[in-house]
């Protein structure tokens, strides 16, 4: 069969997508399989989404494209609902383009995966197709009008499928009664090829879109709970989204910033779920909790609301997970101090979630899919509106050919062209990286993974190291704390037998080894492997005679403590020294004694009124440093034995206001600006603090 797959942008990232591509990856085995994406504003997905699927853009929103100056683009659609909640980013040239696509694509099975979509193949697909709408939305969150749109144009659909039950029986009743069958098939999330969690870090993990419905707010307010308990525990919570301000203000109100921290989007995720021994959704509303399966199939318990639809048709409480009332932030308290204080139940909860995760496997959601499809195709009969027949898998098939195929002119197909992408992935071995990549079609020639130097030519190094290994791959390995590349980034390249260099992209990344730390030697180094922004593998390298490794710092009234402790190094009975030095402009420095025990941990209080008196310009960077080691030299204040690259973004201190301390005068032209002290990590995760006026307050430089 020939399916076609309607998204409204395959591109970007999102709980929709994901679930798309990984049917999507399923069906391609066996089927023709296209993924269509009504608007196309990147050069490449951001997902991977395989190599035996096709991906056609019918808007291109490129910078620069024609598509992005067309007129049409500013005209209102009239084949979308305005009230449909992705109503502004359709206009009348995406209502052409559909209904070109519709009527004169080859596809047998067209599906969408929206409201606006589904309507649009409810109205505008051929008869002779089967005509699937695919409901990701809990149907409680469709808007009036466009319910009454569905219930208007969807009894001309094929069928319509749910990720829930209780969503089906919801739109069953909404719908005009008819023979149009509505059944429940669950998303599919794939068998993560990573080992599973181990149950042992002191680590909960949430993950998805920061907004409004997924009520992070009660996750963070909950947590402040848990840390007055147990404060060796830490929250990550990884997504991007309007929420990420008011989290950060709010992680900074509850003190909570050696606690809780905002990583950012991150894909994959299956790494990082496996980073914690918890997971944690807290969300109002759920369509389905792709989330929740993802962790479960990394071996985490997790901890829910019981949020209509969703979380409760996949964890059974107490089983495999725990379910606590929506909004109730002493019952989600409650919960996560149940499983950090309960190691066997952590660990039996987090052994079944994992085995009963397995019924979402591409491969048996896809089976559904098929017979699903089967029955609906002409001429092999047809379907009654209970579909309860529906629910048993079918037979695997075997795979049909590996060839993608491409649309490029209605009704035409042809097979797309290879496209090159080196891939390399990240595990540890011991206190070795093993940087893995597939020894496929393209990367059989392949003699040396190639470490290059960020910066300009002819400045940049080279560090090549050779792969080895037969089929399935190659790999090299380099150690992740010991001397190999100089203090820097450096990006990842497959060199050939000609010396040509590929840059590699970044696979799975399992470095979880890191969370311990790393050898405590002199001189110190560090060598952590990351995805940059745009996809690629990079190492980030420290290399120093001498560090300080930074761990927490508090707030008092006059001053912030810091607390941490040198590594490969005592104090011996001398006093630790902390030193401030202005970074650039008039040279100045504050020193202030420490408290040390005569072992490796130090604390210092930093007097804020008097490093804020020894300002000189409107806003001024101080970096840290610590001293009165053995040989005299000190060492950079930083944070650097953990897995995270971005620490700067990742690890955020509030501002502190220090106010002028000199009586006002009685005359004043005008008032004296407020003075704010801020601690933050550089780019390089030094420890350093800003000094500025209130309107020049930076988060750091």
């Not at 311990?516 to 005679?545: H, I, K, M, Q, S």
């Amino acid at each position: 069969m020939r399916i076609s797959f309607l998204v409204h942008n395959v591109y970007g990232v999102g709980g929709t997508i994901r679930t798309v591509i990984n049917l999507a990856r399923e069906l391609s085995l066996r089927h023709q399989v296209e993924v269509v994406s009504i608007l196309r504003r990147l050069d490449r997905p951001m997902l991977d989404i395989g190599p035996r699927i096709s991906v056609v853009g019918l808007v291109d929103l490129r910078p620069g494209s024609a598509d992005s100056e067309d007129p049409r683009g500013r005209e209102l659609s009239t084949l979308v609902p305005v009230q449909e909640e992705f109503f502004r980013f359709y206009s009348r040239l995406t209502d052409e383009r559909i209904a070109d696509y519709l009527r004169q694509t080859s596809a047998d099975v067209v599906v969408g995966t929206r409201p606006a979509l589904n309507l649009c193949v409810a109205r505008l697909a051929r008869p002779d197709q089967v005509r699937i709408a695919q409901e990701h939305m809990t149907q409680d969150s469709v808007p009036p009008t466009v319910r009454e749109e569905m219930r208007r144009h969807y009894p001309a659909l094929s069928a319509a499928v749910t990720v829930t039950e209780a969503d089906a029986r919801t739109l069953a009743d909404r719908l005009p009664d008819g023979d149009l069958p509505i059944l429940s098939i669950p998303n599919s999330v794939p068998d993560p090829d990573i080992t599973p969690a181990d149950g042992a870090s002191r680590i909960v993990v949430a993950a998805g879109r920061l907004a409004t419905v997924k009520r992070y707010e009660l996750l963070v307010r909950a947590f402040a709970r848990v840390v007055a308990e147990r404060p060796d525990w830490s929250l990550r919570i990884y997504g991007g989204g309007g929420q990420a301000a008011p989290l950060a203000a709010l992680i900074a109100d509850l003190g909570l910033h050696n606690h809780v921290f905002l990583m950012g989007a991150y894909t994959p995720l299956e790494a990082e779920w496996t980073k914690g021994s918890i997971a944690a959704v807290t969300s109002a509303k759920e369509s389905f909790g792709m989330t929740i399966v993802e962790a479960m199939r990394c071996g985490l318990p997790v901890l829910s609301t019981a949020c209509p639809v969703g979380p409760a048709e996949i964890i059974t409480d107490g089983v495999d997970g725990l379910l606590v009332p929506v909004g109730d932030v002493a019952a989600i308290a409650a919960g996560l101090l149940r499983l950090i204080n309960d190691d066997r139940l952590r660990a039996g909860l987090g052994r079944a979630a994992r085995e009963n995760s397995r019924r979402y496997d591409p491969a048996t959601v896809a089976a559904r899919y098929e017979e699903l499809f089967a029955r609906l195709r002409p001429a092999e009969g047809t379907l009654t509106r209970t579909a309860a027949n529906l629910a048993a898998p079918v037979r695997r098939l075997r795979a049909e050919g590996e060839l993608a195929l491409l649309k490029t002119l209605p009704g035409r197909w042809r097979p797309a062209a290879a496209q090159e992408r080196y891939v390399g992935g990240c595990r540890m071995r011991g206190g070795r990286v093993v940087v893995e990549v597939p020894r496929d079609r393209l990367a059989r020639t392949m003699t040396h993974l190639v470490f290059r130097s960020r910066g300009a030519e002819p400045d940049r190094r080279l560090v090549r190291l050779p792969l080895t290994g037969a089929q399935p791959g190659w790999e090299a390995t380099f150690p992740a704390d010991a001397p190999l590349l100089d203090e820097g980034r450096w990006d990842l390249f497959l060199e050939d037998r000609r010396g040509r260099r590929h840059r590699l992209r970044a696979g799975r990344l399992d470095v979880r080894g890191l969370l311990g730390g790393c050898a405590e030697t002199a001189p110190f180094t560090r060598n952590v492997p990351y995805p940059t922004t745009d996809g690629f593998l990079a190492v980030a390298a420290w290399r120093r005679e001498r560090h300080a490794e930074l761990d927490q710092i508090r707030y008092g009234d006059d001053a912030v403590t810091v607390t941490g402790r040198l590594i490969a190094g005592t104090f011996g009975d001398r006093v630790p020294r902390l030193r401030l030095v202005r970074r650039g402009g008039p040279p100045g420095d504050l020193t202030v004694a420490g408290t040390s025990g005569g072992g490796a941990d130090f604390s210092f209080d930093v007097p804020l009124h008097r490093l804020a008196g020894l300002r000189l310009l409107r806003l001024e960077d101080w970096d840290a440093e610590v001293g009165a080691l053995d040989d005299g030299a000190p060492a950079p204040l930083a944070r650097l034995m953990d897995d995270v690259i971005e620490r700067k973004k990742t690890y955020v201190y509030p501002p502190v206001r220090v106010d002028d301390e000199a009586p006002p005068g009685l005359y004043e032209e005008s008032p004296a600006a407020e003075v704010w002290v801020r601690p933050y990590l550089t780019v390089q995760s030094g420890l350093a603090f800003a000094i500025a006026d209130r309107e020049d307050q930076p988060a750091g430089r």
